[in-house]
């Protein structure tokens, strides 16, 4: 059994948490001791989307303090000190990082080394300057802790987040996961379809040529005036519409030229032998529909025809990354589909991803994380982290390797 710390700021949520692995690849077993996370989102919601230097500064100001948390709630928080070298090594480790300087001086002056044995952190893919806060953090307790560092992919995070499942009170469930597995990660920053035919065994089969999908809800969720993430919001208003069979008026339709009794956006690539994507034309349709809608009607749109038009998105969007995994699945023979990622916290997906799995191949397993760890956390960083430990061969990375890499790619 070996006890975890990892650390997550790839992006604009701060995430740490405390657990113990144990099992290896065959049989993994997790335990969650302690589990934070402050998120950004608000703060981004007024510019509309995240700026990297934004979300640096707001990493470093609440760090620290996450930190004490989690080793609080994981009863491992200890009193003593730290050799006063060796604080100031570990502090020379945050030049960069002045917002978090401060508080981490506190914290070493005031508490000595927890019962650790590992220190996973994030490194890549994500915003260079957000993932260098969580990097040089972890250096840094590296240094003042005497602990080994283990550097994680986010997106192998978002592929085992489906690991720990059906939370009541942060009691997780594993189950067991049959390979080979297709998984799909769908978030703000990535579209991608990896076969996994192991936990640490990933090859990557497509990806998106422009924007993510998640990017596309955001995107077309500011179109419609709806704040920032636009993601729950677009989901939201495609499900009122559903539900209550709403249309767009026969008279606007005509107006604007659509001549059947519904607008339908185009699927782009669904048709292409690949697993890649994309999801730039998608948003640009909805740009002019929206400024069609605009000039033909002189004002703006009502809720009715935005909630049409969050509709007609949310079932474009979604349809070809459904079809594409299914595919992914037949041809590789899949056991099980896993989903990871914001975007896999979209009810829609979840229930058509499945409806469509059994009607093509009831044998395969399609998992979804549970919804907290659908987005960013740490707790996949640390399992996920547990898996590349065993990889290197129970060894941590020598820390003066370790670099914060914005495109960083899986690999075996
Ligand atoms: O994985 P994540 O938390 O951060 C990234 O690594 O990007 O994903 C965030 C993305 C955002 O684009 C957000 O709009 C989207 O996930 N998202 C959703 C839903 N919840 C979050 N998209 C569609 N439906 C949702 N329910
Ligand atoms: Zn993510």
Known sequence: MIRILSIETSCDETALSVIEADGG????????????????????????????NVAK???????????????????????GT?????????????VREPEAQENFAYFLENYGVPNVDLICVTSGPGLEPALWVGVSFAKALAVAWQKPIMPVNHMEGHIVSVLLQSSTNA???????????????????HTEIHLVKN?????????????????????????????YPGGPKISA?????????????????????????????????IATPDFNFSYSGLKTSVLYLVKKIKEVTDQELDDVTKRVV???????????VITKTLRAAVEKKAKSIIVGG??????????????????????????????????????????????????NNKRGIDSQKIVAVGNLKISK
């Open 25 to 52: 690849t065959l049989n993994p077993r997790f335990t969650v001791l302690g589990n934070a996370l402050a998120t950004q989102a608000e703060m981004h919601a007024q510019y509309g989307g995240v700026f990297p």
């Open 57 to 79: 500064r707001e990493h470093g100001k609440i760090i620290t303090e996450l930190m004490g948390r989690v080793l609080t709630e994981a009863n491992i928080l200890s009193t």
């Open 82 to 94: 730290i050799p006063h070298d060796r604080a100031q090594a570990a502090l020379a480790e945050l």
């Open 171 to 189: 009691t997780y469930t594993m189950p067991k996961i049959a390979f080979p597995a297709i998984s799909l990660l769908v978030s703000g920053g």
């Open 199 to 227: 936990w640490n065994d990933y090859t990557i089969l497509g990806a998106t040529k422009d924007d993510a999908i998640g990017e596309a809800f955001d995107k077309t969720a500011r179109l419609l005036g709806l704040p």
């Open 237 to 269: 208003f495609a499900k009122t519409a559903r539900d209550n069979n709403e249309k767009m008026s026969a008279t606007l339709l005509k107006k604007i030229g659509e001549p059947g009794d519904d607008i339908v956006f185009p699927r782009p690539m």
């Open 310 to 320: 969050a509709r007609a998105f949310e079932d474009a969007a979604l349809d070809v």
């Open 342 to 391: 914001g975007v896999a916290a979209n009810n829609r997906l979840r229930e058509q991803l499945v409806a469509r799995a059994k009607e093509k191949n009831s044998a395969t397993v399609v998992l979804f994380p549970e919804r907290e760890l659908a987005t960013d956390n740490a707790l996949m960083i640390a399992m996920a982290g547990y898996f590349s430990y065993l990889r």
